[in-house]
């Protein structure tokens, strides 16, 4: 069982896909602490009522980035955080922090990457008028959101499509392929080899997620 730390700074419904997906017996994991960096994230009521611990840890608090990733590091050490868990958290981490948590700190992304990177993804793919869309996990590294991909699903943009309901059918898919990653991760499946990222065992190919899903049933 993997042990998480997970960051978040908004509602945390990734968090929650998270957490259900434990409870159901779907994801071998225990979520060792939640950061936010955000004190009125509702993130932290869904830890109130779950029993989780969460700690705020505010970037003003800190003379500068340093100190405040710093802070960060040492509560997941703390913990003994093996995989580090971006879900909606809004801020971009230093290669001095990843340094610490070597290709253990994962992202989910609401695009294919390297498509429409960074804020307001959605409303981007709408406005340019792609035809398709939908997430991405990968792991992080020192650019924003352009680190290895490790699993994507593919959302079709529809014509009448706007950003808040292109954002409901791709935060169905997050729900599903963020769960999915860290479940491959504590078996151990993960590889990276350069830029590519290889789940071994996984089944490549299909559609709507590459590689396809293994602890949730694949819907439409």
Not at 43 to 63: L, M, Q, T, Y
Not at 87 to 97: C, D, H, P, T, Y
Not at 160 to 165: C, L
Request: glycine share 8%.
């Amino acid at each position: 069982m993997i042990r998480l730390g997970v960051l978040v700074s908004g509602r945390g419904s990734n968090l929650q896909a998270i957490v259900d997906a434990i409870k159901a017996g779907r994801l071998k994991a225990q979520i060792s602490v939640v950061i936010s960096d955000n004190p009125n994230a509702y993130a932290i009521k869904r830890c109130e009522k779950e029993g989780i611990e969460c700690k705020v840890v505010e970037r003003k608090d800190f003379s500068s980035r340093k100190e405040f990733e710093k802070e960060l590091s040492r509560i997941l050490k703390e913990k003994g955080v093996e995989l580090v868990v971006l879900a909606g958290f809004m801020r971009v981490l230093s290669g001095e922090f990843l340094k610490n948590f070597p290709d253990r700190v994962i992202n989910i992304h609401p695009s294919l990457i390297p498509a429409f990177q960074g804020l307001d993804a959605q409303r981007r793919a709408v406005e340019f008028g792609v035809k398709f869309s939908g997430c991405t996990v990968h792991i992080v590294d020192e650019s924003v959101d352009g680190g290895p991909v490790i699993v994507q699903a593919v959302v079709p943009v529809l014509p009448q499509d706007t950003p808040e309901s292109l954002s409901e059918r791709i935060l169905k898919w997050e729900h599903k392929i963020l769960p999915q990653a860290i479940q491959w991760f504590s078996e151990g499946r993960v590889k990276l080899e350069g830029r590519k990222v290889i789940v071994e065992g996984a089944r490549y190919g299909e559609l709507p997620v590459n590689p396809a899903l293994e602890i949730f049933p694949c819907f439409r």
